[in-house]
Every structure is written in structure tokens, then in C-alpha cells.
């Protein structure tokens, strides 16, 4: 390591730390990195010939800030420039901060091998270890998340796997998230995309993972119990009435209705972080595959979130 400069001494000895700092610090001890790094190394740069490749754990780690600062790859460049504590994190140095074009193609990797996924994987794994992952109950939801309408790009059209649906009295275009958490703690252990204008059923068989006893859901995924691909299972189904029927149910009914709705409080959470927290209420690429890579690994930095009080020391 190359001696410290005058920027970085003065640094180490600032007042107080701040809040990117204080966070980045826990996300450090939150992240299983050698169990993720491994999943990359297989197709990650050996560095024999050409310019030697920047060390792994440096761009999974600039990767990962990257999707929860929710920057483009010339804004995360930038960052790294100008804030110490990314450097830091990132275990890099101001006089070797990768170009964009470096973060475009470590970003491309996973997306070509779809290593999003794998992953998460390795992130609910090592909850499954400290007995986090419990799999007696499912709740299963869906969101819509919001695409570029637009026809003012180079092919003069939206994009094609993306679609208008409406809600409510409202249109939206984009893609829909569905994802099943589990009905005690709340994290997420299944996760499939469509565009907006599939119904919440449709995708509802890859939300299951075929352990649970019981499966929450609102009022769109009335008649599951119907379909073909669930009819096999041995669940109990509490699906939400539809609105319509509350008028004319009992009083013990609607005190039922208001269980259920307590329940499925839990799978509001994920959204609410993915969405607010993460910023990723509007698709940042075209196409499903490349969203869907990305919110895998965001769903898996939920989960992390989520049980942060158990997991830090």
C-alpha cells in the first residue's frame, strides 16, 4: 500500500463519522463476501495477459453500492472520486478508481451469467445457517415497477417485453416483481418478473417453494387453489376476500379479513425497501432479465436488512 495523502490523513481524523459511513460499515459485516466472491471467481478475469484486472472483491463491492445508491455507472465513478467512505468500503484508492466502462463490464458479467440469482442464493443460505429462513408459511404479492413510455430513443419504440396495465383508475407501463416471503420474519425466498399486464397468478407456481402449510395472499389471487399447478398441494389457502363480498359478510368474517390483512402486512416491507429505500421504483434498463439480475441481488440485501439486529454483534 502506497503512502497515505494529505486528503486521506485528514480523513482518518474527522469529528464524527456520518451516515453513509456508519451504514456501509454494518453492510461490511453483513455481506457473506468470500461465499460471494467464490460464485464470481469461476467467471471473473484471471489477469494472465493485458493490464492486470482490478481485485474482485473491489467491484462486487462497488457493484453492490452501486444498486443501493441506485447510480448509473458514469454517477458511480463520479462517487468514487469524490467520497472517501465508497473508496473505502470498496478497498481502492483514489489513484486507482475504476472508469465506467470497467463497472459496465462487471455489471455485464453477472447479468451474462445471471449470477444475480445465484446470489441471493448464497445470501439465504447463510440466514438458513443462523435458523432465519423459515419455511412453514408463504405470503406471495406483486408490484409494478415503472418503465420509460417514451418513444424518444434511438429505435423509436418502447420496450417490447414491458407493458400497460391498469390499476385502480390509473395506467401504468412497466414490469411487475412478484415475490413470496415467509410469514414469520418476513424475508424474501422467491422472486419472478413478468410485465405489468401478466395477472398476479400467473407467476404464483415459482413464488411456493413446496414446504410451506399455509399461503397468505390478497384478493388477486382468488381461485389459486384452482390451477392446475397447485392443486397437488397440501397448504391451507387464506386469499382475501374481494372487496365486493365485504358488505355482505359477518362480523367474525371481517375480524378474519383483518387477521389475514395483518399477515400479509409482512410481505409489504420488501417493497417498501426495494422501492423507497433502494430507489428502484423505475426499471433502470430495458429488457426483464437485466431488472430481474438486479433484484435479485436487492432482495437479497433486504433480507440482510432485515435481520441486521440478529446478524451484527
Known sequence: MSQLTFAEAEYEHKKRKTRREVFLEKLDQLLPWKALESTIAVYYASGSTGRPPYPLSSMLRIHVMQIIYNLSDPAMEDALYEIESMR???GI????????TTILNFRHLLEQHTLGKKLFKKINRQLARHGLMVREGSIVDATIIEAP????NKGKARD???HQTKKGNQWHFGMKCHIGVDDTVGLIHSLATTAANEHDLTASDQLLHGKEKRVWGDAGYCGIEK????KNR???????????KRSTMSKVALECETIKASVRAKVEHPFRV??????YSKVRYRGLAKNTNRLYLLAGLHNLLRVKRVLLP
Do not use: C, N, Q, Y
Not at 426495494?274 to 430507489?279: A, L, Q, R, S, V
Open 88 to 90: 473505502r468500503f470498496a
Open 93 to 100: 484508492r483514489l489513484s486507482r478508481v475504476p472508469d465506467e
Open 149 to 152: 413510455s417514451s418513444t424518444k
Open 160 to 162: 417490447p417485453e414491458m
Open 227 to 230: 390451477r392446475e399447478e397447485h
Open 234 to 244: 397440501k397448504v391451507d389457502w387464506f386469499i382475501a376476500e374481494r372487496p365486493g
Open 274 to 279: 426495494i422501492k423507497g429505500m433502494f430507489g
